[in-house]
T-cell receptor
Framework: ETGVTQTPRHLVMGMTNKKSLKCEQH?????MYWYKQSAKKPLELMFV???????ENNSVPSRFSPECPNSSHLFLHLHTLQPEDSALYLC?????????????FGPGTRLTVL | EDQVTQSPEALRLQEGESSSLNCSYT??????LFWYRQDPGKGPEFLFT???AGEEKEKERLKATLTKKESFLHITAPKPEDSATYLC?????????????FGQGTRLTINP
């Protein structure tokens, strides 16, 4: 595997379900990110982890819970979501999370909440 | 408030018809401006980083330029495979943290 991978690629869940999204980067980076991409809206930053420490939580509802066990893996745990949470969830990584650090994206997980 | 605005929202060109996409930004403390390409159902693919006004970068049929208020992505003699959404993002220091602020993108369609 190369670059940034995400699983699953597609997920359909009910509002009472609990599911998790997984991201893995094979680039030797130390910073990882979760973004949300909704139709007709710009990418929205959700969370940032730098060297496994959460450095940013962009006012995300608590029904989204991130986990970063090491610099290569990032999870997004989902519970009691709302239909408006349906979107493409993108994971990205960068070398250090510092200034002008290029972020590389995974293919995304298309989430549908019924 | 830091903002990135891309225009036009959508652009249709004939194969070989050159044009430019615009990215205007208002941000304090610009650290870098990024261009990405995104195909339907896929994640953004990195194209360029520009750091200072006057800088230019090229890759195949694409050329990115930067001024103090905007960036242009020039596409020369495009081919159908250049069809995609092109995203612009600026990295800025907001409340002490580095953040990437994205525009809404320009959806480019190249007709054969």
């Amino acid at each position: 595997e190369t670059g940034v991978t995400q699983t699953p690629r597609h997920l359909v869940m009910g509002m009472t379900n609990k599911k998790s999204l997984k991201c893995e980067q094979h680039l030797g980076h130390n910073a990882m990110y979760w973004y949300k991409q909704s139709a007709k809206k710009p990418l929205e930053l959700m969370f940032v982890y730098n060297f496994k420490e959460q450095t940013e939580n962009n006012s995300v509802p608590s029904r989204f819970s991130p986990e970063c066990p090491n610099s290569s893996h990032l999870f997004l745990h989902l519970h009691t979501l709302q239909p408006e949470d349906s979107a493409l969830y993108l994971c990205a990584s960068s070398q250090t999370g510092l200034e002008a650090d290029t972020q590389y994206f995974g293919p995304g997980t298309r989430l549908t909440v019924l | 408030e830091d903002q990135v605005t891309q225009s036009p929202e959508a652009l249709r060109l004939q194969e070989g018809e050159s044009s430019s996409l615009n990215c205007s930004y208002t941000v304090s403390g610009l650290r870098g401006l990024f261009w990405y390409r995104q195909d339907p159902g896929k994640g953004p693919e990195f194209l360029f980083t520009l750091y200072s006004a006057g800088e230019e970068k090229e890759k195949e049929r694409l050329k990115a330029t930067l001024t103090k208020k905007e960036s242009f992505l020039h596409i020369t003699a495009p081919k159908p495979e250049d069809s995609a959404t092109y995203l612009c993002a600026v990295q800025a220091r907001i409340q002490g943290a580095q953040k990437l602020v994205f525009g809404q993108g320009t959806r480019l369609t190249i007709n054969p």
